[in-house]
């Protein structure tokens, strides 16, 4: 019997128990029992949500591994009594979000879509925008997110650069890396897009120098996290002009607190992240195949590296 503990908030639990156990069961994994309470020295496998019960995994000593339900691990990768292994998700469902989301706002700002929804003033503007091509439009990182909606920019005939902490190699995008290539990604930059983790290294990454370093004009993008930014920055850039427009769908603090300037700033789109979540249905069968693998002996599928913090 494989005791696998679904430890998060009730209300998903009520959406992810039947898909679980149909996935699980497509797996080839039968003999299981999946619970919200199953005693600690029992559990085989934590399905993981960083805000639900479980905040100290020491008592789960036979747990083989906690497989987690979001795409960021920045709020359990620090736990100390977290020594099993932590894998983040990865899922079709929410890469194709994220996909859609972005690409969405990318062509908004490309096309100028904005000036023509919000600027109808009775004067006849025949301004064409560029053609993708000649728009260069850098993403900070190449992870699964970030090469996906890289890739289908570049599909759509965008001058795509990427930028990673290690070297990458992707089809059809200029990848970049270190801290010249962070110079470099940000100078062409005239729509950016974040998608990197948060960790102590990326906090703050975007702040008033490397703003600065961006093209007079540009647009932000932003679904990754919050804290990539620097908002007193971001703020300082956009009363100047020197960034046209930014697209914020996460934040420091979240939901937004009514009185934060973003909301009422002219230059400013506030989305309440929802440029992705976890899909049950695909987040399921990711969870049922690491289990899958863990009891096979074969490697999890998209493992946290401590050291890094994702």
Same mark, same amino acid.
């Given at each position: @019997?494989?005791?696998?503990?679904?430890?998060?908030?009730p209300?998903?639990?009520?959406?992810?128990e039947?898909p679980?156990?149909?996935?699980?069961?497509?797996?080839?994994?039968?003999?299981?029992?999946?619970?919200?309470?199953?005693?600690?020295?029992?559990?085989d496998y934590i399905?993981?949500?960083?805000?639900?019960?479980v905040?100290?995994?020491a008592p789960?000593?036979?747990?083989?591994?906690?497989?987690?339900?979001?795409?960021?691990?920045?709020?359990?990768?620090?736990?100390r009594?977290?020594?099993?292994?932590?894998?983040? @998700?990865?899922?079709e469902g929410?890469?194709?979000?994220?996909?859609?989301?972005?690409?969405?706002?990318?062509?908004?700002?490309?096309?100028?879509?904005?000036? =023509?929804?919000?600027?109808? !003033?009775?004067i006849w503007r #025949?301004?064409?925008?560029?053609?993708?091509? #000649?728009?260069p439009?850098?993403?900070?990182?190449l992870?699964?997110l970030?090469?996906?909606?890289?890739?289908?920019?570049? *599909?759509?005939?965008?001058?795509v650069?990427?930028?990673?902490?290690?070297?990458k190699?992707?089809?059809g995008?200029?990848?970049?890396?270190? !801290?010249?290539?962070?110079?470099e990604?940000?100078?062409?930059?005239?729509?950016?897009?974040l998608?990197?983790?948060?960790?102590p290294?990326?906090?703050?990454?975007?702040?008033?120098?490397?703003?600065?370093?961006?093209?007079? *004009?540009a647009f932000?993008? #932003?679904?990754?996290?919050?804290?990539?930014?620097?908002?007193?920055?971001?703020?300082?850039?956009?009363?100047t002009g020197h960034i046209?427009?930014?697209?914020?769908?996460?934040?420091? $603090?979240?939901?937004?607190?009514?009185?934060?300037?973003?909301?009422?700033h002219?230059?400013?789109?506030?989305?309440? =992240?929802?440029?992705?979540?976890?899909?049950?249905?695909?987040?399921?069968?990711?969870i049922?195949e &690491?289990?899958?693998?863990?009891?096979? *002996?074969?490697?999890?599928?998209?493992l $946290?590296?401590? &050291?890094? *913090?994702?």
């Amino acid at each position: @019997m494989i005791n696998i503990l679904f430890a998060a908030r009730p209300a998903s639990w009520a959406r992810y128990e039947a898909p679980l156990r149909k996935a699980l069961g497509a797996a080839g994994l039968e003999d299981f029992n999946l619970s919200t309470d199953i005693a600690p020295q029992d559990v085989d496998y934590i399905v993981l949500a960083p805000n639900g019960p479980v905040q100290d995994f020491a008592p789960y000593t036979r747990c083989r591994a906690v497989l987690n339900l979001w795409a960021g691990v920045e709020n359990v990768v620090g736990n100390r009594s977290l020594t099993q292994p932590l894998a983040r @998700m990865v899922d079709e469902g929410m890469t194709q979000g994220m996909v859609e989301w972005v690409t969405g706002h990318v062509l908004r700002h490309h096309l100028g879509m904005d000036a =023509h929804i919000h600027g109808q !003033d009775g004067i006849w503007r #025949n301004d064409a925008p560029p053609l993708a091509q #000649n728009r260069p439009v850098t993403i900070l990182g190449l992870g699964a997110l970030g090469s996906a909606c890289g890739r289908a920019l570049a *599909g759509l005939g965008f001058d795509v650069t990427g930028w990673s902490r290690s070297a990458k190699d992707i089809p059809g995008i200029r990848c970049l890396h270190g !801290d010249a290539g962070l110079r470099e990604a940000l100078r062409t930059a005239q729509i950016l897009v974040l998608l990197l983790p948060k960790t102590p290294e990326t906090e703050n990454l975007l702040d008033a120098q490397a703003l600065a370093q961006m093209p007079q *004009g540009a647009f932000i993008i #932003n679904p990754g996290r919050g804290p990539l930014i620097d908002d007193d920055a971001l703020l300082h850039a956009l009363d100047t002009g020197h960034i046209a427009h930014a697209t914020l769908d996460v934040f420091r $603090v979240e939901p937004l607190p009514p009185d934060h300037p973003y909301w009422a700033h002219p230059s400013v789109t506030v989305t309440p =992240h929802v440029a992705s979540e976890t899909r049950k249905d695909t987040a399921s069968e990711v969870i049922a195949e &690491n289990i899958r693998r863990s009891e096979a *002996g074969e490697p999890l599928l998209h493992l $946290v590296d401590r &050291n890094l *913090g994702y």
